[in-house]
């Protein structure tokens, strides 16, 4: 089946709609970010329910002033394991986005040279 009979263009295919780039609000993180969502996001992440969520997406559908949707893996801080798909709604100035670090680690001065041998 083709397009609809008042979709047909009779010079073609119609041209497609030009994305404009949104603004990014302040505070609002960026896929691959860390963030906790904790009680000052979320009432239901308050106390012994807050998590550390990995952010995959942004939700740039219109909500609430100040609330976005945010799509993402919760983390087990002690192995960095993702453990489950999440999709939370939160209030922007209570997520704590951790920053990634610019300080590197030092090489490691114990590095051992490693010899390859052929047809191995």
């Known amino acids: 089946m083709g397009p609809r009979p008042e979709r047909r263009s009779a010079n073609g295919p ?3 709609v030009p994305r ?3 603004q990014r609000q302040p ?3 960026v896929p691959g970010e860390l963030v906790l969502i904790d009680g000052r996001a979320s009432v239901q ?3 012994d329910r807050a998590l550390w969520l990995r952010v995959t997406s942004v939700c740039d559908k219109p909500t609430y002033h100040g609330w976005v949707w945010l799509t993402g893996y919760s983390i087990d801080l002690t192995t960095g394991r993702a453990l489950t798909r999440r999709e ?3 209030e922007i100035a209570g ?3 951790q920053r990634p670090r610019t300080d590197s680690a ?3 001065d114990k590095a051992e040279s490693t010899t390859r041998r052929r047809g191995v």
Do not use: D, E, K
């Open 95 to 97: 997520l704590q986005i």
């Open 27 to 29: 505070g609002v993180p």
């Open 45 to 47: 992440f308050g106390g």
């Open 88 to 90: 939370v709604f939160a």
């Open 106 to 108: 030092p090489p490691c």
């Open 14 to 16: 119609p041209a497609p």
């Open 20 to 22: 404009t780039a949104t």
